[in-house]
C-alpha cells in the first residue's frame, strides 16, 4: 500500500498527456519538390504577423483573414530587446505572449514558422538587440565571440524551451513546422571576415542541438551548413536555387510593399505584381511563399528602428495597418492561392518542362506519374502583350508582365494582371462629439538641465545609446564655459558635429533652435549664440529617433553627440574646443520621469487650464479628454499640426510622431503601373503631405467613459486640429472579367446603399474615376442594383447570360462597378 499526494497524481497525469501528445505529432519533411507533412506533399503559403505590431484583442481576426485569404501559415519572428530589456529580466505578458499567439494560430488551423533570430532586422529598434548586450565589455555582435554566442545560445534555448513546453512544435503536435536561425547574415557576412563563416556553422550547430524535430532554415545564406535550409528574401525569388538540390525552394520574405521612413512618400506594391512574383516562383519549383508582411500594423512606444522608421508599419500589406483588408491585394491573392492550389498535388510530384515560346514567354508544365498536367503561362515582357496558340490546349491572351495558371494545362484559372476582386477605398471618418479637444499643458521642467545640472559627470562627450541604455530618446550633454573677452566671444557661433538623430541647443537658458539630418546621418548644428562675461551654461538635447536595424557591424553606429566635436567660434574664427570640458549629463526628460503620459496623479507638476495654451512652443506637454468614437471601426488620431514627438492614450503608447516633416513634393503616381521588376521606388502616393498624419489608437486602449490623450511635443506645434476618426469602407469598386466572379463587401455592419457606376462592356478608367467604354449591356446597372442595393456584401457570376448580351463579347470583356456602403 502506499499513498500518492496529488501533486504526484498531477505529474503522472501530465506525464501521460505528453506521452499521448507525441501520437499527434506532425512529421515535417521535405524533399526539393515539397514540404512533407504528415507524409502529405505540401505547397505552403505564408504571412508574417508581428505579435508585438498589434494588440492581443486584434491577434485572433488578424488569424483569421489570413485563413480567409488562403493562407496555410503565420510567421514570426521573435523580439529579444522586447522579452529581456534587462539581462536575465524576462517580460513574456500582454502584446509580447508570443506562445499564446502560436496558440491562436494553431486554435485557427493554421501551421506556423518561428524565427528565432535572434538578430530580426524588421526596421525593429536596434535589430531586435538588447542595449545590455552591447555593453557588456568584451563582446562583438554576431559574430565568433564567446560572450555573444553565450547569449544568443542563452536567450535561443529560453525560446525553444517556451515553445516546447507549450508542445508548439509540430514535433509535438504543435504547429510550427520550421524555426529560422539568425537573419540574412549573408547578406553583410562579408564584412565580418573568416569569423563571419565560423560563427555561422557555430549558429547551424547550436541550432541543430535544441533538438527541436522539425527542420531549421537560415535565409539569404547561400553557404548554410546542412541540414540547414538556406532560403530566399527579396521581391522576386524565381531564379534562386537552394545550396542541396534536395532541399525545397522557399521564399521566406516575399515583400509584399514596403516600410517607410519620416520625410517619405507611402510606398505601394501593386495586386498585379505582387501576384505575378508569387505565380512565378511557383511556376519556378517554389514550394514556400511567405509575405512579409501580411499585416504590417504598428510600431508602438519606442519600437521602430531605423533611424526614422515611421510609427505605422502598414507596409501596403494585405491587412493594412488596423487589420482592415487591404483590396484588391487580400482577394487577389486569395484567388492565386486557390489556383495554385489546384496544382498542389501535381507541383509538388510530377516532371517540369519549360518550353520558350519566343519573346519573354514560357509554358511551363508540370506532368505527373499518372499523366496529370498543370501548366503556368508566362509573359515576362515589359509592356508587350502575348497570344498565344496551344493547340489542342486553347488560345490565351497575357497581358505583359504576366502569369497564366492553366488547371489541366487547358483551363485558364488565374492570371496575375487581371484583377477580378473588389478594391476598397478605405476613408476617415470624424465624429461630431469627438472633434473638438479641450486641452491642458505644461511645459517641460528644465530648471536643472539649463543650469547645466545633470546626474553624473565626464570629460568627454559620450556615445548616446551606451549611456542611455536606451531608455529614453532623449540625452542632455551640458557644460559651463568662462568668458572674459565679449570682444571675441559676444557674438559666437556654437558648432556641434553630432551623430545625430535631432539636437536641440539652449544657451545661458534660452533656446537656440534645433536641427536634425533630412539624410538620417551625422550632422553639423550651427547657431549664433550670444555669449555674456562670466560663466555660460551650454545644455545640448540629443533626440535619438530609432536605433539602426541593418547593415554589417550596425550595433556600432553611434548615435548622440559621441566624441564631437563642440566648439565656439568667435571673431576671427578664434575657436574654442569645448569637447574635452566637463560635461553633465541627464538621461530622459522629466516629464517621463514624472510620467506625465499616465494617468496617475503627477505630484508637483501643474496642468495649466487655460484656453491659450503655447503653439509653436518646443518641449510642452498636452493632455485632453475625449470620448472613444462610437461603434467598432478601429479608432485613429489625426495629429495634423503638431510638429515632432511622442503620444499616448491611456497610458499607452501610440508612438512617436512627426506630423510637421512633408513628403516630396514630387515623385508620386496615381495609378501604379504594375509592368516591370518593382522597386520600393517606382509606385509612391503621399507627395507633399505630413510622412504619417494619422496614428493608431487601438480599441483595446480605449474605455467607453472618459480617455485621456497625452502628446509630448518636442519641436513645437499647434494641437487645435487634433481629431479622432474611425476608419472604414467608402467607395468599394470591382472590375471584374467575364466568366469571373463578382465579389463586394462593405465593413463594420454597413450595407451597400448606392450603385455609382455599373458598366459590362469595355469600361474605362479606374475605382474612383470609371468611364463608360465604346459599348456596354443596357441593363448594366439595374443587374447590379437588384443583386447588391441594402445588403452587406453581394456577388454573382460575371457572364453574358447574367446580361443577357449574345454576340460581342470577347477576351478584354468586364463588368466595372463602382458603389457606396
Ligand atoms: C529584410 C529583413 C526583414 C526586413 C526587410 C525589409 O532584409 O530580413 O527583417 O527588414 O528586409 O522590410
Known amino acids: 500500500m502506499f499513498a500518492m499526494g496529488s501533486s504526484s497524481w498531477i505529474r503522472i497525469l501530465f506525464l501521460s498527456l505528453t506521452t499521448l501528445c507525441s501520437c499527434f505529432a506532425t512529421e515535417v519533411t521535405y524533399d526539393a519538390n515539397a514540404l512533407i507533412i504528415n507524409g502529405e506533399r505540401r505547397l505552403i503559403f505564408s504571412g508574417a504577423v508581428h505579435y508585438p505590431r498589434s494588440t492581443v484583442e486584434m491577434w485572433p481576426d488578424i488569424i483569421q483573414k489570413a485563413k480567409d485569404g488562403g493562407l496555410d501559415a503565420i510567421e514570426s519572428y521573435i523580439f529579444w530587446n522586447r522579452h529581456e530589456p534587462v539581462r536575465r529580466e524576462y517580460n513574456f505578458s500582454g502584446n509580447l505572449d508570443f506562445i499564446h499567439f502560436f496558440k491562436l494560430v494553431q486554435e485557427a488551423g493554421l501551421y506556423a514558422l518561428l524565427r528565432i533570430g535572434p538578430y530580426v532586422c524588421a526596421e525593429w529598434n536596434y535589430g531586435g538587440f538588447p542595449l545590455w548586450l552591447h555593453n557588456m565589455p568584451g563582446i562583438e555582435l554576431r559574430t565568433d565571440n564567446s560572450i555573444y554566442k553565450n547569449e544568443m545560445q542563452i536567450f535561443t534555448t529560453k525560446i525553444v ?190 516532371t517540369r518542362s519549360d518550353k520558350d515560346l519566343g519573346n519573354a514567354v514560357t509554358l511551363t508544365t508540370y506532368t505527373s506519374v499518372g499523366g496529370s498536367r498543370f501548366c503556368f503561362l508566362s509573359n515576362t515582357n515589359n509592356n508587350t502583350n502575348a497570344n498565344v496558340d496551344l493547340q489542342q490546349d486553347g488560345k490565351y491572351f497575357i497581358p505583359a508582365w504576366s502569369v497564366t495558371i492553366l488547371a489541366g494545362c487547358n483551363k485558364e484559372v488565374f492570371n496575375t494582371a487581371k484583377v477580378n476582386s473588389q478594391t476598397s477605398i478605405m476613408v476617415k471618418k470624424s465624429d461630431d462629439a469627438t472633434t473638438k479637444l479641450t486641452w491642458v499643458w505644461t511645459l517641460e521642467r528644465k530648471k536643472d538641465t539649463l543650469h547645466g545640472n545633470g546626474d553624473f559627470n565626464a570629460n568627454q562627450l559620450l556615445e548616446q545609446k551606451e549611456l542611455t541604455l536606451d531608455v529614453s530618446d532623449y540625452l542632455w550633454y551640458m557644460t559651463n564655459v568662462d568668458i572674459n573677452d565679449t570682444s571675441i566671444w559676444s557674438n559666437a557661433t556654437l558648432r556641434v558635429d553630432t551623430m545625430g538623430h535631432t539636437l536641440h541647443a539652449y544657451v545661458n537658458r534660452r533656446y537656440v533652435g534645433y536641427k536634425f539630418s533630412q539624410e538620417r546621418s551625422n550632422f553639423t548644428y550651427e547657431n549664433q549664440v550670444p555669449l555674456k562675461n562670466g560663466t555660460n551654461t551650454i545644455a545640448l538635447l540629443s533626440a535619438t529617433v530609432g536605433l539602426a536595424n541593418y547593415g554589417a557591424r550596425f550595433d556600432k553606429i553611434k548615435t548622440g553627440i559621441a566624441g564631437g566635436l563642440v566648439q565656439l567660434i568667435g571673431k576671427n574664427n578664434v575657436t574654442m574646443d569645448l569637447s574635452t570640458n566637463l560635461w553633465s549629463y541627464k538621461i530622459g526628460l522629466n516629464g517621463e520621469r514624472k510620467r506625465l503620459y499616465d494617468l496617475q496623479p503627477h505630484i508637483g507638476v501643474s496642468w495649466h487650464a487655460n484656453s491659450s495654451y503655447p503653439i509653436s512652443r518646443p518641449m510642452t506637454w498636452y493632455k485632453a479628454d475625449f470620448e472613444a468614437p462610437y461603434g467598432k471601426n478601429p479608432v485613429v488620431v489625426d495629429l495634423q499640426g503638431l510638429g515632432k514627438g511622442h503620444a499616448w492614450v491611456n497610458g499607452h503608447s501610440i508612438g512617436r510622431y512627426w506630423p510637421s516633416w512633408i513628403t516630396a513634393t514630387n515623385g508620386c503616381n496615381d495609378t501604379c503601373d504594375y509592368h516591370g521588376k518593382y522597386t520600393a521606388e517606382n509606385c509612391n502616393t503621399n507627395c507633399g503631405n505630413p510622412s504619417q498624419r494619422w496614428y493608431h489608437v487601438p480599441r483595446s486602449f480605449l474605455n467607453n467613459d472618459k480617455n485621456t490623450l497625452v502628446l509630448f511635443e518636442e519641436i513645437g506645434g499647434n494641437p487645435q486640429n487634433v481629431s479622432f476618426q474611425t476608419v472604414t469602407t467608402g467607395t468599394i469598386c470591382a472590375h471584374v472579367y467575364e466568366g469571373a466572379l463578382l465579389e463586394l463587401s462593405c465593413q463594420g455592419g454597413q450595407v451597400i446603399s448606392q450603385i455609382q457606376f455599373a458598366s459590362f462592356g469595355n469600361p474605362q478608367g479606374k475605382c474612383g474615376s470609371f468611364k463608360l467604354g465604346s459599348w456596354e449591356a443596357t441593363n448594366s446597372r439595374s443587374v447590379v442594383e437588384t443583386a447588391c442595393i441594402g445588403k452587406p456584401s453581394c456577388g454573382f457570376a460575371v457572364t453574358k447570360e447574367a446580361f443577357g448580351v449574345t454576340g460581342i463579347a470577347n477576351d478584354l470583356t468586364r463588368l466595372a462597378v463602382q458603389v457606396t456602403c
Open 161 to 350: 524551451d517556451m515553445v516546447k513546453e507549450a508542445n508548439l512544435f509540430a514535433s509535438q503536435g504543435g504547429p510550427i513546422i520550421l524555426a529560422q536561425i539568425e537573419n540574412e547574415y549573408g547578406n553583410i557576412m562579408q564584412g565580418y571576415g573568416d569569423a563571419g563563416k565560423s560563427y555561422i556553422k557555430w549558429c547551424a550547430q547550436m541550432a541543430v542541438a535544441q533538438n527541436i524535430g522539425v527542420p531549421w532554415i537560415m535565409c539569404q545564406q547561400p553557404d548554410a551548413p546542412q541540414p540547414m535550409i538556406n532560403t530566399c528574401n527579396g521581391f522576386y525569388c524565381d531564379n534562386f536555387q537552394p545550396n542541396n538540390p534536395k532541399s525545397p525552394k522557399m521564399f521566406t520574405e516575399n515583400w509584399i510593399g514596403w516600410f517607410q521612413t519620416w520625410g517619405e512618400r507611402v510606398p505601394h506594391r501593386s495586386a498585379e505584381d505582387s501576384a505575378f512574383s508569387v505565380a512565378h516562383f511557383f511556376q519556378n519549383g517554389g514550394v514556400l511563399n511567405n509575405y512579409y508582411m501580411y499585416h504590417g500594423g504598428t510600431n508602438f512606444g519606442r519600437t521602430a528602428g531605423g533611424p526614422y522608421i515611421t510609427t505605422s508599419y502598414n507596409y501596403d500589406a494585405p491587412l493594412d495597418e488596423y487589420g482592415n483588408l487591404n483590396q484588391p491585394k487580400w482577394g487577389h491573392l486569395k484567388q492565386l492561392h486557390a489556383a495554385i492550389k489546384l496544382g498542389e498535388k501535381i507541383l509538388t510530384n510530377s
